[in-house]
C-alpha cells in the first residue's frame, strides 16, 4: 500500500510573488491531488499571500512561513510574526531552519520561542533539526538531534507536542547534493520518533531534508520512517516539483 506522505517545498530566498503565481499556475495545470498526500509550500514571506492566493482552492495544499519571531507584533524589523503572516495566508510555520541556526545565529532557545508563538497563534509548526558533519563524523548526531529537539518542546505543553511536525534535515545534506541514504536518515527518524511518543506527541510525523531530487526521492519515500520530504533547491521548478510530488 502506498504510504501517505507531505510533500514540502522551501523555496527560500526565491520566487517573487509574480513568480510564485506563475509557479502555482504551472504546477496544478493538470495536477491530481492524492488523498494519501499533502503539498505544503513554504515561500518567502513576500510571496505567501500571493502563493495561498494562487493556490486557493487547491485540493490538500498548504502554504507556511520560512520563520516567525516569537512576539506577536512590535519593534523587530525585517522579522515576520505569526498574525502576520497568518493574516497572508499562512498556516504552517517552518521552524529553526539549519539556515537560521547557522547562518542567522539563532539558538535553541529561540526556537522554544517560535514554537510555542507558531502554535499558540494557530501555526503548525515544522521544527527542523539536524546535525552538522563535525558532528556527524564524530558520532554526536542521535545527540545533537535529540538535544535540539528537547530544548525546543521539553517543557512545553501536550497540546503543542502533539501538534508539532518535524524535519530531520543534516546540515552537510542540505544544497550540497549528498543526501543520507534512507537507512541512515531511517535510524535518525526513529530515534525522533521515539523521543517524540515518549514526550507525548500520539503520532509523529517526520520529513526528510537534504537534496532530495526525482533521482533519490522514491528511494526516500519507500522508507517506513520517513513521512514525506522538505526539498529546497529542487522544488523551484514546478514540472520538477510536480515529477517529485508524483513519486510512486
Ligand atoms: P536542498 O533540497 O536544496 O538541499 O535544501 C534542503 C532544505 O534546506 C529544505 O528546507
Redesign the pocket.
Known sequence: MARPLIM?A?W?MHLAPAAARDFARAFLSGFVARPDRRYWF?PSAVSIEATAAAFAGAERVSVGCQDVHWEPKGAYTGATSVPLAKGAGASLA?VG???RRHVFGETDADTARKVASAHGGGLTPLL?VGEQLAEREAGTTEAVVLRQLRAALGGQDVGLIGAVVV?Y?PVW?????KTATPADAGLVHRAIRSELVRMGHPSPLILY?????EGNVAGLAAEPEIDGV??????LDPAAWRRICEVP
Not at 173 to 177: D, P, R, S
Open positions: 514540502a522551501n527560500k513554504f517552518l531552519h539549519s539556515e527542523c524535519a534535515e545534506a542540505i544544497g550540497t547534493g531534508g537534504g537534496s532530495v531530487n522538505l526539498v529546497g533547491g529542487a522544488s
